[in-house]
């Protein structure tokens, strides 16, 4: 049952004179003159001021009013509340970088070996400030390196042997010692070198643009096995040769395509 005076709420009691269904706020204030708005309407006014009828009303409108401001005025108290209640987001910290000391020994931050690694651990030494280097010798996984050290434009002053320690995960110096100048070839006969290697290897792929470089040789370069490919890319090639001596000139052993993990 709904209240007659405000349909869209119910009726909590009824008016005491006539009988029709209040709602709370119409109930307060037909309890408190003895009857509804209707009723009092219905009865003579009293002279020298207003009528009960519409006192009553404005009560109710008053009340109206209170209850309306107190329920904005609560939902606004309750949004701010949530808003204060939110936790701001802790701060992301950066760990520091740790800092490597030259001087250690055998520094290296490479993770895997080859060239990157061994720049890695000569930028380390402070007795090779200022030498140049190249890679004498290297097996086909770089594990053992032997590299060649000196003073720019000069000759090369010692050779350095470098293994790569797994556990480390970097080069470690293995033996070391000053370079023998090789003795002049008085046969005349070219020899075999780094460079001519690569040549062959280029020439036999008969790829223009492409690199190479070199995983394993004897030490005299007699035998050599270098990696071909485009640049900016993966190896595509394993070109293994041997020098010819008779012809001057290396002869192609064998090219095989680079398998890598996951490639079918």
Not at 59 to 65: F, P, Q, S
Not at 186 to 213: S, V, Y
Not at 243 to 261: F, L, N, Q
């Amino acid at each position: 049952m709904k209240c007659v005076y405000h349909p869209t709420l119910d009726a909590t009691g009824q008016c005491p004179r006539c009988g029709r269904p209040l709602c709370a706020t119409c109930m307060q204030g037909a309890q408190a003159t003895g009857g509804c708005g209707e009723c009092l309407r219905a009865q003579p006014a009293a002279s020298g001021g207003p009528a009960i009828g519409t006192i009553v009303i404005v009560g109710c409108l008053v009340l109206v009013l209170l209850i309306a401001i107190l329920g904005v005025g609560g939902y606004v108290y309750y949004k701010r509340s949530a808003r204060d209640q939110i936790t701001p987001p802790e701060p992301i910290e950066t760990p520091p970088v740790p800092v490597t000391d030259p001087s250690d020994t055998d520094p290296s931050a490479a993770i895997e070996p080859g060239e990157e690694a061994v720049a890695v651990w000569v930028a380390g030494r402070s007795d090779l400030t200022g030498y140049v280097w190249k890679v004498s010798e290297a097996n086909e996984g770089w594990t053992e390196v032997r590299i060649l050290v000196g003073p720019p434009n000069s000759e090369w002053l010692d050779w350095v042997d470098l293994v790569w320690s797994a556990s480390g995960m970097l080069y470690v110096r293995a033996d070391d010692g000053p370079v023998e100048l090789d003795v002049p070839d008085d046969t005349g006969r070219t020899q075999p070198t780094e460079d001519l290697a690569k040549e062959a290897a280029l020439a036999h792929i008969d790829q223009p643009g492409w690199l190479t470089k070199v995983t394993d040789h004897s030490g005299d370069w007699s035998t050599a096995t270098l990696w071909v490919g485009p640049p900016a890319s993966e190896w595509v090639y394993r070109v293994r040769m041997r020098w010819d001596s008779g012809a001057e000139g290396y002869a192609i052993e064998a090219v095989e395509p680079i398998d890598y993990p996951g490639m079918e």
